[in-house]
T-cell receptor, first 110, second 114 residues
Framework: GQSLEQPSEVTAVEGAIVQINCTYQ??????LSWYQQHDGGAPTFLSY????GLEETGRFSSFLSRSDSYGYLLLQELQMKDSASYFC???????????FGAGTTVTVRA | NAGVTQTPKFQVLKTGQSMTLQCAQD?????MYWYRQDPGMGLRLIYY???????DKGEVPNGYNVSRLNKREFSLRLESAAPSQTSVYFC?????????????FGDGTRLSIL
């Protein structure tokens, strides 16, 4: 089966930087994704890493190390609207289905 | 475009009742998925349909059935609801092909079973 570990909660102030780590154990690996969910609403896609290294999209960056089965999501210049839950997810086969971590709740304080 | 539409948004059932959750997508995606989300447990895959005409079990399929009615629609049925099935249910769809194919989610169905 698949197993993903990520911290349950992170709190930071506006303007700060937050790193959400994700370690995974899977039978196969096609890529690591990150999704954001506000207030229990529809999760939305943030980023994807299939190869080792850093992917940057605006204030958000995502990193992957396949040899360590580890990745992280970096949130920079935190804003109040970044308060949400963040999920890492692994695609472990050719059929596009994902296995999700339990999620990290990020709270941004003024 | 509406994206992924789920109906109903809220539902309360009594133990033993049956219910079908509807999902439709207008993005011409090949793959569709049903998840449940419980507090502290993230999203768990119930069933998925890699393409029209196929369905497969996910992590937590017991107590559920699905139907891929056509390319647009993928329904989830609870034949005899149990309190343990109280949850938020999300439908998602994705395209298929080389590289990343992100999943697009509906707004969810909040289901309570008394």
């Amino acid at each position: 089966g698949q197993s993903l570990e990520q911290p349950s909660e992170v709190t930071a102030v506006e303007g700060a930087i937050v790193q959400i780590n994700c370690t995974y154990q899977t039978s196969g690996f096609y890529g690591l994704s990150w999704y954001q969910q506000h207030d229990g609403g529809a999760p939305t896609f943030l980023s994807y890493n299939a190869l080792d290294g850093l992917e940057e999209t605006g204030r958000f960056s995502s990193f992957l190390s396949r040899s360590d089965s580890y990745g992280y999501l970096l949130l920079q210049e935190l804003q109040m609207k970044d308060s949400a839950s963040y999920f890492c997810a692994v695609r472990d086969g050719g059929d596009y289905k994902l296995s999700f971590g339990a999620g990290t709740t990020v709270t941004v304080r003024a | 475009n509406a994206g992924v539409t789920q109906t109903p948004k809220f539902q309360v059932l009594k133990t033993g009742q049956s219910m079908t959750l509807q999902c439709a997508q207008d993005m011409n995606h090949n793959s569709m998925y049903w998840y449940r989300q419980d507090p502290g447990m993230g999203l768990r895959l119930i069933y998925y349909s890699a393409s029209e005409g196929t369905t497969d079990k996910g992590e937590v399929p017991n107590g559920y059935n699905v139907s891929r009615l056509n390319k647009r629609e993928f329904s989830l049925r609870l034949e005899s609801a149990a309190p343990s099935q109280t949850s938020v249910y999300f439908c998602a769809s994705s395209d298929t092909g080389i590289g990343n194919q992100p999943q697009h989610f509906g707004d969810g169905t909040r289901l309570s079973i008394l």
